[in-house]
Each structure stands twice: as C-alpha cells, then as structure tokens.
C-alpha cells in the first residue's frame, strides 16, 4: 500500500491498546503482527502497560485487525486517557485476580492439609468412591472459574501455531486433573506408587500464578502513577474567546490560533503566548525551579503550569500531542517501551523458552516411560508434570520489562526522565555525576535567607514592615516573607493605600510613613537610592538569593533576600555517592 492511498487516518505514530498478553512469548508475537501491516516502520511493544507504539503510515484498523488475527485483542488509544479511569481498571482487575487466587488458594490449602493430617478417604475406599468424584468436579469447578482466562490463552495461542505461557499452565493444571480422574476411574488398575491425585497441585498452581499476576498488575498501576501524574497536570476543559463571547470547552476542541482566557488558580491548558494581561506562573513541573515566572504580553505559557495572581488571553501555539507536556509524557513512555541490551537478549530467550520446555517435557515423559521404574507411567507423569509447572511463571520475559518499567515510572516519580533503556543499564556504570541545584540538592520552595537592616533601622523592624505590606500582596515571595514574621512572633501593622505595580513591587501608608518594597526597578522608579549597597546586592544574587528592597519615605531601610534551602539529606546523599566512589 502506498502513502497516498492510505486513509487520512493514518498517522505517523499510533498507541495501540493490547490486551491478552501473558508473557514475553505474546509480546513477540503481536510485534510480528503488526510488523507485518503494510506502510509500518517500527513497533515497540511495552509488556509492563499492555501498549504497542507503533509508527509508520499505517491504517489504525489495519493494525488492530492485525493483533485480533494473532489472537489478542487491540484498540487505538487517542489523547489522553483519564488517569483516575485507568486506576479504576487495573484495581478492577487486580480484585478479580485476587478473587480468583483466593478461591483457588483455599480450596487447594484445605486438600493439602487433609491430605496431610491423613483427614481424607483412600480413593479406592467405600467412601472415596463417592467422595474423589464430587472433589473431581469441584476442582473442574475452580479450574474454570480461576484459570480459563490461561485456558482460552492457550487455544488462541494454538490457533495461531505458537506457544506461551497460558500453554504451559493450561498443560500443567489440565494434565494434573485428567491424571487425577485416570487415577479415580483405574484405581484397581493402577501400580501403588502411582494411585495419587492431584487435583490440589493444580489449583494451588493457579492460586500462585493468579496471586503473582495481580501484584504484578498492582505493581504496574504504582509504577504508571508518573504517567497518569503527568497527565493528571493537564485540565479537561478550556476557556476559549470565540466572537467576542468566553465558553468553557473540552481541551480536545481547541484549535490553533485561538484565543484562551485563564483566570487565578487555573492551569494553563495548551502552549501559547501571551496577547494581554499580567500574571506570574509556577513552572516548576517543567523547569524545577521555585520561584513563579512574571508573564506579560508577548511571554510563552506552557501546558499543565499553573497560573496564580492575575488574569490573561492568549494565543493557541500549540495544541494535543504537539504540547511540552505531551512530549514529557511521551518521552516517559517511550523510556518505558525501549528495551536495553539485556531485555532483548531476554527476549530471544524468552521466545524460544515455552517450546523448548513444552519439548524438554515431553523427552522427560518418554525417558521415565520407557526407561524409568515401576510405577513408570506414575514417575513419567509427575516428572514431565513437574517440567511444565516450574516454568510457568516464565520470569526471564516478564522480570526484565517490568523492572525497566518500574525503574523509569520510580524515576520519573522524583522528577528524573530517562530516555532509553540502554540509559538505564548504562547507569550502572556511571563514575562521575553532575548536579543542578535546584529541587536537586535544594527543596524547591523560597524561605526567608537574609535580613539586612540599613542605617538606625533593626532587623526586626524591617521584617515586620515587609511582612506587614506583603499581607496585602499575592506576589509569590509574600508566603515566605510572612512565615518568617509568624516565625518570629512579630506583629503586623495595619496598612493602608496599598498599590501593587506590575513586575516591580508594592507601595503602602503604615503608621503614617510611606513604604515601597520591591525589585531595584521599583527604587529606580521611585527616586530611592540603594547605588551605595550595590556590592551587597551582587553578592547576595551571587550567592543564589533574590534580594528584596524596602525603603521608607524615600529612603534606604532594609534589604530581604529568599533563597531556595539545601535538602537536609543533600550532604548524606552526595557523601553515599561519593563512597561509591563517584565523581560529584
């Protein structure tokens, strides 16, 4: 199929929902399968979400009619999905799991315990004649209700000609309960060593691997909780400008080149730039830094940032899948679909791992048959049965995605992104270590550093005063200026005229006297003179604190600086690092 007769459809990278996969051998084999769509140019498929990424010019039904011919199930996966919907699904499914892993588990338990403390009838008994059949069909019961779901995996699998996981369960528990009611039926026939059942071999086998498969679920949804964060940051709705009018929109309708209003305590829905207004903006998610960005007209805004003080329009620049945080969160989930050195290595393992132990099973069958002892038919079975059941759990295939998995979602939790899996693996090896500092080595929130008081001024003076006429302020800085006064007991004056000016600072009457507190452009424009404290001013920025000036009536009075403080365990973790002997 060429480019042009594709539908319009088609994209140059599609998510694809998968479901049905139970190990490394399913994840082969939908690779292969959608591989194999015409105008595909690469496919990656992530076992630990159930997803495939997939990119090329390829028509999205052709993809999933694909996946549905290689025995599973798929669908298209468009925007973002809700993140409280995804929870809901995996809880959903991790309850089933657990249900069906309790009832086999109890059931499996009680048998083996009566087995033990010599509770139950011999199956050749007067009373086991009635008793070994009613337990046959209990446990059928428990087979179907806790396993079908591997049963129907291993005849979609043999469908298709191959071979996984659910193969290996469904011939392990089903092999044990046919030998079981072979062994209820023959009895009398049957050498002694081999007049045993197994019927609580095989629900305890599903009791574990269902018990395994749902922490593994729980564990996925813990580690995906960094995705659904990121996606968590972007609002559901917009308010757009359309013909002079605001109305409150789905974010998937908007379009590029409108015009969106965001008012205080909003978050910002797409990428844009700002036409009119005045705000600052927490842009920590994207950048860590703490301290709130001013915006005025002509300033870039980003997707999921949250606005604070003030009002403003702006310009639709970029929308959907283009957005900054669309690309975050599509680099977290590509980190989690790239497969390192080590997990394809895994994966060619893995996908020749269930025929060679289904093969290795049947030699071990044949060996014990023909070559073993009395009872051979009884030692034949338990071998080759034992062969299939110690290899269910197929932990190379699954143990390597998940881990990556777990490693980036952990990562991307502390604000880490890893791009790749070779990243990952490569880290291992790492000798030297640069750090940032901020919301690195320091906490990511401003807190009161300096208090300079000036001429016949004390330092708790100007304290009190800035916290006095920050009270009136909503100015990111005002919430760390005011916790250093709570802290210091001081009380604030009452404060009148109160006057904020745009991106310099704040003017107010107190006790008579007029006092500006604000950048040096506010002094500047005032006609206060700080020039003599410039030396001060520099080795406070310097030092990476945001100094604040305060004059009274004109006059120079005090300086405040805020810095961004050292984690407590910033020195602990760099000497840990340092005694790995890494270069910090």
Known sequence: MSTEEISDTATAELRLSILGMSC????????????????????????????????????????????????????????????????????????????????????????????????LPEIGSETGLWFWPEIALITLSI???????????????????????????????????????????????????AKHAYFEAAVIILAFINLGTALETLARGKTSSAIRKLIGLQPRTARVVRNGEEMDIP?????????????????????????????????????????????????????GTMNQIGSFLFKAIRIGRDTALAQIIKSVRQAQNSKPEISRLADKVAG???????????????????????????????????VLVIACPCALGLATPISVMVAVGRAAQS????????????AGKLNCLVLDKTGTVTEGKPVVSTVEALGNYSRETILQLAASIESG???????????????????????????????????????????????????????????????????LSASGQTPVLLAIDNEAAGIIAVSDPIKKDSATAVQLMKSQNMRI
């Open 415 to 426: 604000g880490i992104l890893i791009r790749n899996g070779n990243a990952l693996q490569a």
């Open 143 to 193: 087979l179907i209700y806790s396993g079908w779901h591997f049963y129907s995996g291993a005849v979609k699998a043999l469908g298709h000609g191959q071979a996984n996981m659910d193969t290996l369960i469904a011939l392990g528990t089903g092999s044990a309960w046919l030998y079981s009611c072979v062994v209820i039926d023959y009895y009398d026939t049957l050498p002694s060593l």
């Open 473 to 539: 302020s909503e100015h990111p800085l005002a919430a760390s200026i005011l916790a250093a006064a709570d802290h210091k007991q001081l009380k604030l004056e009452k404060i009148s005229q109160f006057e904020a000016i745009a991106g310099r600072g704040v003017i107010a009457i107190i006790n008579g006297k007029r006092v500006f507190f604000g950048n040096k452009a506010l002094m500047d424009q005032k006609g206060v003179k700080f020039t003599r404290y410039n030396n001060k001013l520099e080795k």
């Open 352 to 386: 020749i791992f269930v025929p060679a132990v289904v093969a290795v099973s049947i030699l071990t069958f044949l060996i014990w048959y023909v070559w073993g002892p009395d009872p051979y038919l009884g030692y034949a079975f338990v071998t080759s049965m034992t």
């Open 251 to 303: 974010i998937t309708e908007v379009g590029l080149g409108e015009t969106l209003r965001v008012r205080p305590g909003e978050k910002i829905p797409v990428d844009g730039v700002v036409l009119e207004g005045h705000s600052t903006i927490d842009e920590s998610m994207l950048t860590g830094e703490p301290m709130p960005i001013e915006k005025t007209a002509g300033s870039d805004v980003v997707a």
């Open 24 to 119: 490394a051998g399913c994840v082969n084999a939908v690779e292969s399968a959608l591989a194999s769509v015409p105008g595909v140019t690469s496919v990656r498929v992530n076992f630990a979400d159930h997803s495939a990424m997939v990119k090329g010019y390829a028509d999205p039904e052709l993809l999933t009619q694909a996946v549905k011919e290689a025995g599973y199930e798929a669908a298209v996966m468009e925007g973002f999905e809700d993140p409280e919907e995804q929870e809901e699904l995996e809880l959903q499914r991790y309850r089933k799991l657990r249900r069906k892993a309790l009832v086999a588990g109890i059931f499996g338990a009680s048998l083996m315990a009566g087995e033990h403390l010599n509770w």
